[in-house]
């Protein structure tokens, strides 16, 4: 049981790597079924004893600090997303708030 979690873990970490380095692309990476990947993963390890979890301790510490820093990313891509969107609109408008 403890090496096919370890080797969903990295299965999982190669999506994420895969998702990240698309969204640097300004590709779409389907992530789909990333939540239902979790949920698997997570009832595996609670059916684990505290040693093999500590053994794997360290991989899920590595998946969360790539699942943060995804977010992160996809922030901030949301937010000059957004920002741009708000530019192109703005450029636009040419209304100077002068009535005369």
Do not use: C, H, W, Y
Not at 27 to 54: C, H, R, S, W, Y
Not at 63 to 84: H, I
Request: aromatic residues 4%; proline residues 2%.
């Amino acid at each position: 049981m403890l090496d096919e979690i370890r080797s969903d873990l990295a299965t999982m970490s190669r999506a994420v790597a895969t998702a990240r380095d698309g969204l640097s692309r300004n590709e779409f990476v389907d992530i789909g079924d990333i939540g239902q990947q979790v949920q698997d993963i997570a009832t595996k390890i609670n059916e684990l004893g505290p040693e093999d979890v500590m053994e794997i301790k360290p991989q899920l510490t590595a998946l969360l600090a790539d699942f943060k820093d995804f977010a992160e990313e996809v922030r901030e891509k949301l937010s000059a997303l957004a920002d741009a969107g708000g530019n192109s609109r703005d450029a636009g408008n040419n209304d100077t708030g002068d009535d005369d």
